[in-house]
């Protein structure tokens, strides 16, 4: 499937790795990051209505959706630095040394590594229902942490995560769909098959996404962390309030990040660009007019 009215073209961002990507419209550049289990189709309704009046970027992440997989079940290719790079290189690739960045869930992260490893190439940043990797960790414990059950598995040495997910991918894949989701409804069947068929594809490259997270990923925040360095550009970010049940302050977990901050706590659930697309545009378009 396609978002309508985009042009699709792969674009190499490395020696062994390709990204399929959808690029429309024109004007100042944006690009959309994806989260998981989903491909760039999650910014399908936001990227129509970005499209008007700015050139909007919707790649598939390496290990997702069209784009290619390398295999390294340790997650060293998919550490987030990793895949920010794909993302400044596409960019560049497509003609645009400077851009604003949006991320979803997975695609927040590598768009937070992104605004650390590269603040010259983004200039506004927004991270979508997700924490940063260390404060993730550090909000998960006891009983609730039931809920990040998937974190924990994916985290295991290669070979169980794999093996139990590839026995039943759309079990696994459309458990997160249907829970994560305010309306059940919420994906077209066309859409929630395409998602589905993407990850059923990918389990190896999904995991190993999710493995570096607890692996590669905590020692590169950790660093930042340690050294104080922050997001330089304006943020912006749209959150569950997941803090009551899980008992943090996600403000203020976000300030020790980002020094120009607006925190927006949202009504919809997760999948809050497909839930509550103009809520989602008018929050990108407040953050790129700051």
């Known amino acids: 499937m396609r978002i309508s009215g985009f042009d699709y073209q792969r674009v190499t961002v490395a020696d ?3 990204l399929n990507v959808a690029v429309g419209g024109s004007g100042p550049p944006i690009v959309l990051l994806h989260g998981f289990p989903q491909t760039h189709l999650m910014w399908r ?3 129509a209505d970005l499209a008007a009046d700015h050139t909007v970027i919707c790649p598939d992440l390496r290990g997702y959706g069209a784009s290619d997989k390398p295999v390294d079940p340790t997650g060293q290719a998919y550490a987030k630095r990793v895949m920010a790079a794909d993302v400044v290189a596409a960019a ?3 003609g645009h040394s400077r851009f604003a960045l949006a991320g979803h869930d997975r695609g927040a992260l590598v768009a937070i590594r992104a605004g650390l490893d590269h603040p010259d190439a ?3 940043l927004a991270s979508l229902d997700v924490l940063p990797t260390l404060d993730m960790w550090d909000v998960l414990h006891g009983v609730t942490a039931a809920v990040a059950f998937h974190l924990y598995l994916m985290a295991q040495p290669p070979g169980l995560a794999e093996t139990l997910i590839g026995n039943a991918p759309d079990e696994f894949f459309g458990h997160f769909l249907d829970i994560w989701a305010q309306n059940p409804e919420l994906f077209p069947a066309e859409i929630r098959a395409a998602y589905l068929q993407a ?4 389990v190896p490259s999904i995991v190993a996404d999710y493995r570096a997270s607890a692996n590669i990923d905590v020692e590169h925040d950790t660093v930042d962390r340690e050294a104080g360095n922050r997001l330089r550009m304006p943020v912006t970010v749209l959150q569950q309030d997941w803090g ?3 008992g943090y302050e996600a403000a203020q977990r976000w300030e020790a990040w980002a020094a120009d901050l607006e925190h927006r706590t949202v009504s919809s659930g997760h999948f809050m660009a497909e839930e509550s697309p103009a809520e989602v545009v008018e929050a990108l378009r407040a953050l790129l007019s700051r």
């Open 16 to 18: 062994d790795v390709a």
């Open 45 to 47: 309704h936001v990227a």
């Open 92 to 94: 560049r690739a497509l």
């Open 122 to 124: 983004v200039s506004h």
């Open 199 to 202: 990850s059923r594809e990918a």
């Open 244 to 246: 009551a049940a899980l």
